[in-house]
DNA sequence: TGAATTCATTTAACATGTTAAGTATACTGC
DNA sequence: GCAGTATACTTAACATGTTAAATGAATTCA
């Protein structure tokens, strides 16, 4: 590749960090969800989990993975918690055998109407302190990223 | 196959997916390196560890873990790792007691010369595929973004 | 000085991330 | 029908994330 252009560069750093800042700007969001949520009693992906169920009343486990964006063995774990408290109830497809089905509970419900609006006011607070314009450039400037490094997966 | 839930918009949309943005983001780009780190023998954060290693010759473990952003008990695992497998000696602070100082050995030394390059490669070609100019705007909001947040934990 | 506190790191316990392999059901072509 | 393959999870094994507590060494200050 060429040479960089600026020496005054502090070493060519977003190359080594792209991936750090990603995960700095999601650390820096999800500080302020996680307590939020740990007085619910749910971690962030059981959060997500939820969240998805009570987007559609009946949903197998592949849709809900990528709903969710967890990875199959993570969401059975997940499900497996959910399952023992009671928060989602499963089922299997008729059609299908190899498929699971799940809705949320009355509790699962429930929970989800509590934590919802804790989220709202958290959401609002970020969205007051970077700025609603910013935000959305954000939002659309990862979506295309996603979009543009999904699409070429292959060489 | 899904049914959606009611029509009502109980959250908003960007509520529901600005940190699962962040997270796809990442995941679009570290897919692209943790296979390669794998042929490495190394995971995404031991490279972190080692990158941080190599910018700086005595570096105790409470900066490592800010430079590598990664907490001290995942931090403390990781050199543990990263001292069993000989790339990376640890002696103690003569000053402070407390404190233990890592370096690279030769070993470790040589594994970053061998993966850094091929780092290279992967990150010119997402900067290829998602544009330059892009980038860095991507990389400027989300240090914005951080900064934002980061400075506003009490009110 | 010495008790109390702070600091750096580690350990513990549990949840999730990641890859590989296993299991059971569905599908496909012959 | 049935062998071969694909699909939908699930389990396993190990690494990391997250919070709380423990350990041992500095620091503060009465």
Do not use: C
Not at 5 to 15: C, E, G, H, N
Not at 40 to 59: D, S
Not at 84 to 94: F, G, H, I, P
């Amino acid at each position: 590749m060429s040479v960089p252009a600026d020496k005054s560069m502090p070493l060519r750093d977003f190359q080594h960090s792209l991936s750090m800042e990603l995960l700095k700007a999601r650390e820096a969001a999800m500080s302020r969800f996680r307590p939020m949520l740990r007085r619910h009693g749910l971690t962030e992906q059981q959060w997500r989990v939820i969240r998805a169920l009570a987007a559609y009343q009946q949903i197998d486990a592949s849709e809900l993975a990528q709903r969710s964006f967890l990875l199959a063995p993570s969401l059975t774990r997940i499900l497996q918690f959910l399952e023992r408290e009671k928060l989602v109830k499963r089922s299997s497809d008729a059609n299908d055998q190899r498929r699971s089905v799940f809705v949320l509970t009355g509790k699962g419900r429930r929970l989800y109407e509590e934590v919802g609006p804790d989220s709202e006011i958290l959401y609002s607070e970020i969205e007051e302190q970077f700025g609603a314009d910013k935000l959305e450039n954000l939002y659309q400037l990862l979506a295309e990223f996603y979009t543009a490094l999904s699409n070429e997966d292959s060489d």
